[in-house]
């Protein structure tokens, strides 16, 4: 999208915002006394009543009831906040309902009007305010050499949705992979490889020729799955996997590249799946470090003093966050956080059952000592305020623990909505249509490869993104094509119609429409125009909505509205070519 002008009027406040400021000087002049009220400001859900309410009055007479008071009544009250509005060119006129709700009606001119400028001067002016000028967002995360699932997918569309809307709203957004690219595994697999291709060096042309050959028939499944059962069934290749683990970790130029090598493998895999869902991850440098070690207890964590660089990737893993952890770690110990239990090391968290474990027995790293490096590294180094995590919700037990240890750290308020904070966005199952939990993986069994490159062309990734979006994300929700190709409903079919439906019309206009944007009046005579214009106005106050709430479901429900909007709105009011001409209504409207 082009940047708004640099004339352009900045945003400011969103509509219901305005109204709230309004009626908050109104509700100053009628109850002096309630110093701590706030505008209750709602759409109104019957729109024969008007377009937005206030809601206070009720709430202010069950707090002033039998006290020495001139009302006697909440319907009073409301007559009294509408008596007490300010003059505004925004409000056309309120009327009092029962229990004092005050029924608000905006004017046409003042809409016709606000619409008309963001036509002149761009969407982007409407962008909402947040209280956050950076977010990390955490998504996708697949586990190196093996191939996502439908979990990892779910993530990675919510993920860059919840990315799209923060940097819509002038937020910078860190795009952080998080992937499972460091770990007892890659001993396994890089003793694999070497026995396989036993004369070959990892990094020759020829080596990652075979290696590519021998995985990506179907992403690294197949060299995986044949070195784990190598490891589970052989004794003596378990015990070389294990040493390959400690080499690697020590840092010895063979398995550094054998492993940087598997992970850039992993990486091109992963960016076809990206690329074809239209989804940006940034390219980082990963550094590593490896060797010296410090003491904490009785236990020893490695940590290096010696940098040394491998390729640009956007996968930022556990393995960039692995040289933080010992630092991290001395941190929370010295804030008499980190206590031993049973040989290990832990941080208690007050309302759980079972410590958070950030040091096991045998002294290794785990899931949440890397959290709580990468947690610290995001907020003191990338000085990130808001840290998204995009993961399925049986891992929000997890995230309350390391975001627990790291309120008692100091490193976030113990307010969680004060800023810099972390968030969970915790989302439910894939069902397949048995009502089972839906297994890409084991899907692919059944199917040959012709069979699902047929069915990757047939169906659209709009709607499979769409059908995953529109539902609140911690529900389960079925994965049915049938639905998700309807054009009818709530579908991202339905909505492609709409919008192919209105370029069409501008298209037969044969009009410059950038032109009609400056020149053309924007008219809201129609109760059809009317509707579409307040639901147009209303847009910025729902980005707000599902930033905050970080639902992309509710974007969703308004383009679903919006596009029932408008196809109301081109059946009732056709926008049509007489006598070679548009009217200045319908050019307006284009």
């Not at 029962?98 to 963001?118: D, P, Y």
């Not at 007892?184 to 290696?211: N, R, V, Y």
Request: positive net charge; charged residues 25%.
């Amino acid at each position: 999208m082009a940047p708004a002008s640099s004339s352009a009027p900045a945003m400011g406040l969103h509509l219901k915002q305005k109204i709230a400021k309004v009626f908050e000087e109104s509700l100053r002049i009628t109850v002096p006394y309630e110093l701590d009220i706030e505008p209750a400001i709602a759409p109104c859900q019957n729109p024969d009543f008007g377009d937005y309410q206030c809601n206070n009055a009720m709430g202010l007479w069950s707090k002033i009831k039998g006290k020495d008071t001139l009302f006697e009544s909440s319907e009073l009250i409301g007559e009294a906040i509408v008596k007490n509005l300010p003059p505004s060119a925004m409000i056309e006129s309120c009327s009092v309902g029962q229990n004092g709700f005050v029924n608000i009606t905006l004017s046409n001119k003042w809409m016709a009007k606000s619409i008309h400028e963001m036509l002149v001067h761009g969407i982007k002016t409407w962008a909402p305010e947040l209280p956050c000028k950076r977010a990390v967002v955490d998504f996708s995360s697949p586990n190196i050499a093996k191939e996502m699932h439908v979990g990892h997918l779910r993530s990675t569309i919510i993920g860059d949705t919840l990315a799209r809307m923060l940097e819509y709203s002038n937020v910078e957004v860190l795009r952080r992979n998080h992937v499972g690219d460091w770990g007892t595994q890659f001993g396994m697999l890089i003793e694999f490889f070497f026995e396989k291709f036993p004369s070959k060096d990892i990094s020759s042309d020829q080596a990652i020729g075979d290696l590519e050959n021998l995985t990506w028939i179907s992403p690294f499944k197949a060299f995986y799955k044949a070195s784990k059962l190598r490891f589970d069934n052989n004794p003596v290749f378990k015990e070389r996997a294990q040493r390959a683990v400690v080499s690697l970790q020590a840092g010895e130029e063979k398995y550094r590249k054998a492993w940087a090598q598997i992970c850039e493998i992993s990486r091109r895999g992963y960016e076809k799946v990206y690329q074809r869902l239209g989804v940006h991850l940034e390219e980082r440098v990963m550094l590593l470090k490896f060797g010296t070690r410090i003491k904490l207890f009785n236990h020893k964590y490695a940590i290096s003093n010696d940098f040394f660089l491998f390729y640009p990737s956007p996968l930022q893993g556990e393995s960039f966050y692995n040289p933080y952890i010992p630092a991290v770690l001395k941190l929370l110990d010295e804030k008499g956080l980190v206590k031993e239990s049973e040989g290990a090391c832990v941080v208690p968290i007050e309302g759980k059952r079972i410590p958070l474990i950030v040091v096991k027995k045998d002294g290794g790293y785990n899931y949440a000592s890397t959290d709580l490096a990468a947690l610290w590294y995001r907020l003191n180094e990338e000085r990130a305020e808001w840290i998204i995590y995009v993961t399925d919700v049986g891992q929000r037990e997890h995230f309350e623990m390391i975001f627990s240890a790291a309120k008692r750290a100091g490193w976030l308020p113990a307010d969680r909505n004060k800023y810099p904070k972390a968030s969970h966005v915790g989302f439910g199952l894939v069902l397949g249509e048995d009502g089972k939990r839906f297994r890409t993986r084991s899907k692919a069994k059944e199917w040959t490869a012709e069979e699902l490159d047929g069915t990757a062309e047939a169906v659209s990734y709009g709607a499979v993104k769409y059908a995953d979006l529109k539902n609140n994300r911690t529900t389960n929700y079925t994965f049915n094509f049938d639905q998700m190709l309807n054009d009818k409903g709530n579908t991202a079919v339905y909505l492609q119609y709409a919008h192919a439906r209105i370029c069409s019309i501008i298209k037969r206009s044969v009009k410059d429409v950038d032109e009609l944007k400056k020149i053309g009046p924007v008219e809201l005579a129609h109760p059809d125009e009317r509707a579409l214009g307040l639901r147009l106005l209303q847009f910025p106050e729902i980005v707000e909505e599902a930033c905050t709430k970080l639902l992309p479901s509710v974007i969703c429900e308004y383009l679903y509205n919006l596009s029932e909007d408008a196809t109301r709105l081109y059946t009732n009011c056709q926008v049509r070519k007489r006598a070679g001409s548009y009217s200045a209504r319908q050019q307006g409207w284009l």
